[in-house]
């Protein structure tokens, strides 16, 4: 079945939502080894982002459109760091599936895969430094390989979601290289990254929105 820009409205409906439940967690995570904010900024960016992708007139719309709206809301709604790290993941999501009336299975891993490549080439971070990339980087992997052996979607994200989450508990043991809480040495090791939390909170409303359609 493909994925059209009606579905794909409703999919940023169901990130915010989740982002939404989730913010007072992600608020206190960052709370720890940063300044607080991450629930915050990553609610108000994609309610601003799943408020802008809907009111697109989805006749008129294609997927490039979704995103790259979806990625300018992002980085007016949100002032720290994870806004311009998103709203470069959103203009490769919408740069990788360019000229497609509606996007394929394939092209949903494709998606995923621009959105891990877009965070670590605009915050230039390597698995391994506390960051988001320590989600989404094998988030990435393991949606490939599950649809590279033929997966359904729904299977792979799955996947995803399974490998954002281990690797956003193995930040726990991390000191974090990049961002704010670099300043922090070993006092942030036995902590989880903000990051990496709100990326397995993103990819599992993905994997959840795929299984129920
Ligand atoms: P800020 O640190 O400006 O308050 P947020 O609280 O919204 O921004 O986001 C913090 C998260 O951003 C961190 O937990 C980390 O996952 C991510 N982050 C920070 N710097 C980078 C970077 N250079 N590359 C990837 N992710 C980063
Ligand atoms: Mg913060």
Request: aromatic share 4%; net charge negative.
């Amino acid at each position: 079945m493909q994925v059209d820009v009606v579905q794909l409205q409703a999919m940023f409906g169901a990130i915010a939502q989740a982002m939404e439940r989730e913010k007072e967690r992600l608020c206190e995570l960052d709370g720890v080894i940063g300044d607080a904010d991450h629930g915050i900024a990553m609610e108000l960016g994609f309610s601003a982002a799943a408020k802008a992708v809907a009111a697109l007139d989805a006749s008129s719309s294609d997927p490039t459109a979704v995103f790259n709206i979806a990625a300018k809301s992002f980085l007016s709604a949100v002032g720290a760091s994870s806004g311009p790290l998103y709203a470069t993941a959103l203009m490769r999501a919408g740069a990788s599936v360019k000229e497609k009336p509606a996007l394929s299975d394939d092209d949903m891993i494709d998606v995923l895969e621009a959105m891990a490549k877009g965070i670590q080439d605009r915050g230039k971070a390597e698995p391994g430094e506390k960051t988001m990339v320590d989600a989404w980087a094998p988030a990435a992997l393991a949606a490939r390989t599950a649809r590279d052996e033929g997966k359904p979607l729904a299977t792979s994200l799955e996947a995803a979601e399974q490998a954002a989450r281990k690797g956003a508990e193995a930040t726990r043991d991390m000191v974090a290289l990049k961002g704010r809480s670099s300043r922090l040495g070993d006092r942030v090791i036995g902590h989880m990254d903000p990051g990496a939390a709100s990326a397995v909170v993103l990819i599992e409303a993905i994997h959840i929105f795929f299984s129920d359609r």
